[in-house]
């Protein structure tokens, strides 16, 4: 089966009924103000390795911090194939990611910036995407199970819609396994936005098969509303094994959308079945709200987020005494990100230093270590 997947740095070119035509985000300028770096070994802090994905500007490559060891995954993005619209998009995907901290989300721990390339540095999973985990199973994955992974999802959405940001690209592509943590965590946010409660957002963007009519349609829409239908279309895929709407052609995929016909089969029980119609309904203001969602007959006694122990957030913020900030400048001195009296010039001046001690789990030794990253701009700070 064709995924579909459109590159997240691209606005979506969507089938669209007559008179919907697709609407572009108001074009942000040139990202400024990141890290500095160097390609290859990035800052003098990552060791880059081998391509886990590719896209139309973007890779994504597994790579080493050089100190603690610490694998990552590291979103490679030629800026020199950027136009205002995909800059655009790339400058809310870090914005978003930048506000979000929750365990069912994947970290941005940092951007880097060259002269021709824009690094994000990622958590890296260890179990694949949704996607191919479903494709695994036929008929889709025993209803206990889906569930544990639906909660997660809908758990980290509900933390987003409470933050104000929607995804807008919800699907199982972008929802990825960290199995030592026993977590699904949703991922890629090239499409997401904030929005004000009550206010209609205009652009359309996202992937055909789980995009929500009105997105389709081209017409202003509720923000939390087209998160929910996405929501409802990959619960379908979990238990079902296959997108409600996938036909032949992008054309007859449009119009099974645009009428909201689906077939649930039979071996899914009544209780999912009803949450999932609750979620795909034609008409936004008909469809389940998120607290609904949680609050479902088929979601009771699921836990989200049972790993708790790894729940911890991985960005903290505090007062570091003297000897941490001399380990910290230490560190950045022999990252040669700059030289002992540059650094305390600014450390001098709070404002323009901030500092977020990482901690990362080392499960193979069972031991926590921290990784200090040092951003010279409050902006660039988790």
């Keep these: 089966m064709n995924r579909n997947k459109l590159d997240p740095r691209e606005p979506s070119e969507l089938p669209r009924p007559a008179g919907g035509a ?55 993005i030629d800026k020199t194939k950027l136009d205002t619209v995909a800059t655009g998009h790339l400058f809310q995907e870090v914005r978003c990611m930048k506000l979000v901290q929750h365990p069912n989300i994947v970290r941005l721990y940092e951007v880097i910036d060259t002269q021709t390339k824009l690094y994000l540095i990622l958590e890296l999973g260890d179990g694949g995407d949704m996607f191919d985990y479903i494709m695994k199973h036929e008929e889709g994955l025993n209803e206990e199970l889906a569930k544990k992974y639906f909660a997660q999802i809908v758990h980290a959405i509900s933390y987003c819609h409470r933050l104000h940001v929607v ?56 923000a939390p509303a087209v998160d929910i239908w996405s929501l409802g279309v990959i619960l379908f895929m979990l238990v079902c094994g296959q997108p409600p709407f996938q036909e032949a052609n992008d054309s007859e995929t449009l119009t099974m959308i645009m009428d909201c016909k689906y077939t649930v089969p039979a071996h899914v029980s009544s209780a999912c079945r009803d949450l999932i119609d609750r979620m795909l309904q034609r008409d936004p203001k008909r469809r389940a709200s998120l607290e609904e969602i949680e609050s479902h007959t088929w979601l009771q006694g699921v836990d989200p987020s049972p790993a708790t122990k790894y729940s911890t957030p991985l960005v903290s913020h505090k007062n570091l005494s003297e000897e941490e900030h001399n380990s910290i400048i230490q560190r ?7 030289d002992r009296e540059a650094i305390v010039e600014y450390v001098s001046f709070p404002s323009k230093l901030k500092c977020s001690v990482i901690c990362c789990s080392l499960y193979n030794c069972h031991k926590t270590c921290c990784r200090v990253c040092c951003w010279v701009e409050s902006t660039l700070c988790v």
Excluded at 332 to 338: E, P
């Design 22 to 76: 697709p609407l572009s985000p108001t074009p942000s300028p040139v990202m400024a103000g990141f890290k500095r770096g160097y390609d290859g070994k990035i800052a003098g802090l990552y060791d880059l390795d081998k391509t886990l994905g590719r896209g139309h500007f973007a890779v994504v490559k597994l790579a080493r911090h050089v100190f603690t060891g610490e694998k990552v995954a590291v979103k490679v």
């Design 332 to 338: 950045m001195v022999l990252g040669d990100i700059a």
């Design 167 to 222: 995804h807008r690209d919800l699907k199982p592509e972008n929802v990825v396994f960290f199995e030592k943590q026993g977590l699904v965590k949703l991922t890629d946010f090239g499409f997401s936005n904030k929005f004000q409660p009550g206010k209609k957002l205009t652009t359309s963007c996202g992937s055909l098969a789980y995009s929500a009519p009105e997105i389709l349609l081209g017409d202003e829409y509720d």
